[in-house]
Nanobody
């Protein structure tokens, strides 16, 4: 199983980035997939997650990301995306994608519930 996160980079405050998480060895439609981030000297925090059951897709967002970040998926590409807009310097961090196999953990935001992790992609927002 491998998760490959990409799309990070340097962007000015107010700008946008789209992160991608491509999976091999697992099918995202069978997993809850989350994005987490970790800034230097800080604990890892949850960003967003997406899960689906049948035809129902459920998305989750940390409060500070609501309205600015959008998580989505492309089943054909087995890829999950995180569209980020109105970026702020405090969004600077390494962003990780992770997959939680069923039965899902009780809280989407708890990183311990996710069994598979990507290597992270750096997002730097300049002021």
């Amino acid at each position: 199983v491998q998760l490959q996160a990409s799309g990070g980079g340097l962007v000015q405050a107010g700008g946008s980035l789209r992160l991608s998480c491509a999976a091999s060895g697992l099918t995202f439609s069978n997993y809850r997939t989350g994005w987490f981030r970790q800034a230097p000297g800080k604990e890892r925090e949850s960003v967003a997650a997406i899960s689906w059951s049948g035809t129902i897709t459920t998305t989750y967002y940390a409060d500070s990301m609501k309205g600015r970040f959008t998580i989505s998926r492309d089943n054909a590409k087995n890829t999950v995306y995180l569209q980020m807009k109105s970026l702020k310097p405090e969004d600077t961090a390494v962003y990780y994608c992770a997959a939680d196999r069923p039965p899902y953990g009780s809280k989407w935001s708890e990183s311990n519930n996710y069994e598979n992790w990507g290597q992270g992609t750096q997002v730097t927002v300049s002021s």
